[in-house]
């Protein structure tokens, strides 16, 4: 006979919570969710803020009925499912780090690093900017375009599918630059037998009929920067002269919605001191002009700009994405969607498992091309030169590569490592991190509440969907293209 186990046991990285009476944890090592039965939940509350030695919790389980072989099966299963841990396990290790040469999903095109607006908040050129544009191009020519498919199609590693986001700047200042990008890729693409889509981000003052025809007929998928009613969106969005934009885009866009059928419109909201009626927001977006669906994102500062949102602002801003996310749980229940992205986003990750190394694609699967050719770990780093990570003439910078996601993976963030959603946020924005920091490997600190709270409402939605509409997460995986 094998001796008996000396092990003292607590409880593992688990988030308990309940959804519709049932109880379930999120195993953090796992990125998993788990609906708990009664014998692992009584394990679980023996352990809560205690630890037992291995007999003394097969002997508490004997006692409340279970066999001692069934006891040992118990504890033996959650031992290796690391729901509970012994005084002799080996700590779970971080998420790997993909390799150096991790092939390219997706490229980010900055096609001009000018813009027609002068958004008081901008982060590329205004009071908190990292980029360094004097003597660069404002245009990216068709010879680096072009450069840029080549280098994406090279370095893909023979995916079947890759994506070009078109990006500024304002996009669009340079539509007749995009035209020939997208004739290019797709022959290019076509002549390997494989697949490249594309979508663009717009402030969508410069859409006239023919741009709407043509993202319409070649299936480009549309963001468009928006803030929302005209006193919102005229409250930032500017000209130079101060002028608002809303009046100039508001028919702009029902002629996009109503011309673009073959891909969503998106809108994407900034919010800022003032600009914080999220529901007000969704409510114009989404159901008076027709977007898709909405998505919102507090403004990028250095914690110093007086249109910060400020704690009474994040406070005010959550409070109501708790209000749409319970109209998003209401709608997923009857089998529709809702269109509001900051659920449909958290619940496609915790569908899929989710359990990241980095917070993002940025410099792993994703890089960002500047108008020059440089290449940056994403859209947000272009035209920085202190962030350059090779060149579409020459080739990805492998060493400035290796050094961003070392000091940006998860393991490497000491304020990660005791908190129970960094497989979903694995420390948050490395652009964000830059502006607050001035580190792209820091922990984004100012947000952790916030990304707690938020993943735990997303855990309850996608738990009372399991308990009762389980049919509508399978719907919304294959929708999503997550199964």
Not at 126 to 153: C, E, Q, R, W
Not at 205 to 228: H, N, R, Y
Request: a negative charge.
């Amino acid at each position: 006979m094998s001796a008996p186990l000396t092990h003292t046991y607590r409880s593992g990285e688990v988030h308990r919570f309940d959804a519709q009476g049932q109880d379930f944890i999120y195993l953090v090592s796992a990125g998993a969710i788990f609906a708990l039965d009664g014998a692992v939940g009584e394990v679980l509350s023996m352990l809560d803020g205690a630890e037992m030695a291995h007999g003394d919790l097969i002997t508490a389980l004997t006692n409340g009925g279970y066999s001692p072989a069934d006891a040992e099966d118990l504890v033996r299963e959650l031992r290796l499912a690391r729901v509970i841990v012994s005084d002799q396990t080996v700590a779970a290790p971080a998420p790997a780090k993909p390799e150096g040469d991790y092939p390219l999903q997706a490229l980010v095109l900055n096609i001009t690093n000018q813009c027609n607006l002068a958004c008081t908040y901008c982060y590329e050129f205004g009071a908190d900017k990292i980029a360094t544009p004097n003597g660069k191009p404002k245009y990216m020519t068709i010879d680096t375009a072009k450069a840029s498919v080549d280098l994406l199609l090279a370095q893909s590693g023979g995916r079947p599918a890759v994506h070009i986001t078109f990006f500024g700047g304002e996009t669009l200042m340079n539509f007749p630059l995009l035209r020939q990008v997208v004739a290019y890729a797709t022959d290019q693409a076509t002549a390997q037998g494989r697949t490249i889509t594309f979508s663009l981000t717009t402030n969508a003052t410069l859409l006239t009929d023919p741009i709407i025809e043509f993202l319409a007929e070649q299936q480009i998928g549309v963001t468009v920067s928006i803030d929302g009613p005209k006193e919102m969106q005229d409250k930032r969005r500017v000209y130079k002269s101060g002028k608002g934009s809303y009046d100039v885009i508001e028919p702009k866009l029902r002629k996009l919605i109503a011309r673009h059928r073959t891909r969503a419109i998106t809108a994407r909201v900034t919010l800022s001191k003032g600009v914080t009626d999220v529901v007000s927001i969704f409510r114009h977006l989404r159901e008076d002009i027709g977007f898709h669906e909405v998505g919102f994102a507090p403004v990028t500062e250095s914690g110093e700009q007086a249109y910060a949102l400020g704690e009474e602002g994040m406070v005010t801003v959550l409070e109501q994405f708790h209000q749409l996310a319970d109209e998003w749980l209401a709608y997923a229940l009857k089998g529709r969607m809702h269109g509001f992205s900051n659920v449909s986003e958290t619940i496609g990750e915790l569908v899929q498992g989710t359990n990241k190394s980095h917070p993002c694609g940025a410099g792993l699967g994703l890089l960002g091309v500047s108008p020059s050719g440089d290449l940056s770990p994403c859209h947000r780093f272009t035209d920085a030169d202190s962030h350059v990570m090779g060149h579409v003439s020459s080739g990805i910078d492998r060493k400035a590569q290796g050094e961003f996601l070392t000091k940006g993976h998860v393991g490497a963030k000491y304020a990660c490592q005791s908190c129970w959603a960094r497989p979903l946020c694995a420390g948050g924005c490395h652009h964000e991190a830059f502006v607050r920091y001035g580190d792209t490997g820091h922990a984004n600190l100012h947000y952790c509440d916030w990304i707690r709270e938020w993943t735990d409402t997303c855990l309850k939605i996608q738990g009372t969907l399991a308990v009762q509409n389980p049919e509508f997460l399978e719907k919304f995986a294959e929708r999503k293209g997550l199964s």
